[in-house]
């Protein structure tokens, strides 16, 4: 993968922003990176199918909903493998699945996530992947913010993995980001 080549791309997308954000856990940062900048654009997306389909091998794969779909389905075209969505909760109609897709009892999945903070939504897919049956024990982002997901995730037996972390992204920002 092309480290800098993605980092760019974020860029140019104009997915790294500077300023002050509420974060979706509560807490506050003097940075954000815009996940659908970068899920909505041609080229981010491309790099970032090919950067999961290098790491995934022939697992199955499963993106959480909503914000993971674009990723998952990028990757699984790129990669050949089949994928589930996670839905956060289970919808009241239908067939009520938190699930969707094909799972088979004891199929090894790999989670695969937009930005990691605290890594808690992809702790609860995990789980529900695990209730469905599945072996899950990795998640790959395509952002760490260095915020203690990793730790998290560690805690409920879930490797951390990220085609970038916070420390790349902000290696160089601008010197009035205040970063």
Do not use: W
Request: charged share 30%.
């Amino acid at each position: 993968m092309d480290k800098q080549g993605l980092i760019d791309a974020l860029r140019d997308a104009e997915a790294v922003k500077f300023g002050e954000f509420e974060l979706s856990h509560g807490g506050t940062s003097n940075y954000y990176v815009d996940k659908y900048l970068f899920e909505t654009d041609p080229h981010c997306l491309e790099l970032i199918a090919a950067a999961f389909a290098e790491r995934v091998g022939d697992t199955k794969l499963a993106g959480v909903a909503l914000g993971a779909v674009p990723l998952v389905a990028a990757a699984s075209v790129e990669s050949g493998n089949p994928y589930v969505i996670v839905r956060k909760q289970k919808k009241e109609y239908g067939t009520a699945n938190l699930v969707e897709g094909e799972l088979a009892e004891g199929e090894e999945v790999v989670v695969l996530e937009d930005i990691a903070t605290t890594g808690q939504s992809a702790v609860d897919a995990a789980e529900a992947l695990r209730d469905a049956g599945a072996v899950v024990d990795r998640v790959i982002v395509v952002v760490d913010r260095q915020e203690g997901a990793a730790e998290n995730l560690a805690d409920h037996d879930l490797e951390l993995d990220s085609l970038l972390t916070a420390d790349d992204l902000l290696a160089d920002a601008p010197e009035d980001a205040d970063v």
